[in-house]
T-cell receptor, first 113, second 115 residues
Framework: AQSVSQHNHHVILSEAASLELGCNYS??????LFWYVQYPGQHLQLLLK??????LVKGIKGFEAEFIKSKFSFNLRKPSVQWSDTAEYFC???????????FGTGTSLTVIP | NAGVTQTPKFQVLKTGQSMTLQCAQD?????MSWYRQDPGMGLRLIHY???????DQGEVPNGYNVSRSTTEDFPLRLLSAAPSQTSVYFC??????????????FGSGTRLTVV
């Protein structure tokens, strides 16, 4: 069965610090990869996605992620976080022609002003 | 506005009561699903549907029923509520054959408390 691992459960950063959130998945075939963000009290919103082409993908609000196939990873990065980035971040994988998404358990990010 | 609409936003039930969480989308998405979100456990798939008349179980289906009589609607029924079903429930939809391009659109969630 597929699985998605987010090893950082809770991250606390000061404003302007750099961010990297880890995401690893277990599936050997073609994958579609996503990062979702959930601001406090809100629903999940798509941050960025990868399905083919350039392994470095850019999303909204200055976020980017790099797909490294050999490491089964899709880490999320932002060079300089803001207080408004405080949220929960979920990595998700959809494999090939499969019907289901698999979500990681989420990483809670707190940015201190 | 186009999107996924969930009702109600909040609900308190007594143990043993039944209720239906409503979900509707107006984007002509074939694929709809229900997730529950619990602290430290992320999102877990309850049931999903790839089109009208077709439903299937996800990771945690026990205690829940679904039906898909139209493309737009995908209600989730709790048959006999239990405290373990206290959670936040999200409905989500997407195109079935174009997963990579669009991903999921999520509803705003239903916060359910069973006492």
């Amino acid at each position: 069965a597929q699985s998605v691992s987010q090893h950082n459960h809770h991250v606390i950063l000061s404003e302007a610090a750099s961010l990297e959130l880890g995401c690893n998945y277990s599936y050997g075939g073609t994958v579609n990869l996503f990062w979702y963000v959930q601001y406090p009290g809100q629903h999940l919103q798509l941050l960025l996605k990868y399905f083919s082409g350039d392994p470095l993908v850019k999303g909204i609000k200055g976020f980017e992620a790099e797909f490294i196939k050999s490491k089964f990873s899709f880490n999320l990065r932002k060079p300089s976080v803001q207080w408004s980035d405080t949220a929960e971040y979920f990595c998700a994988v959809n494999a090939g022609t499969g019907n289901q998404f698999y979500f990681g358990t989420g990483t809670s990010l707190t940015v201190i002003p | 506005n186009a999107g996924v609409t969930q009702t109600p936003k909040f609900q308190v039930l007594k143990t043993g009561q039944s209720m239906t969480l409503q979900c509707a989308q107006d984007m002509n998405h074939e694929y709809m699903s229900w997730y529950r979100q619990d602290p430290g456990m992320g999102l877990r798939l309850i049931h999903y549907s790839v089109g009208a008349g077709i439903t299937d179980q996800g990771e945690v289906p026990n205690g829940y029923n679904v039906s898909r009589s139209t493309t737009e609607d995908f209600p989730l029924r709790l048959l006999s509520a239990a405290p373990s079903q206290t959670s936040v429930y999200f409905c989500a939809s997407r195109f079935h054959r174009d997963t990579g391009a669009y991903g999921y659109t999520f509803g705003s969630g239903t916060r359910l408390t069973v006492v």
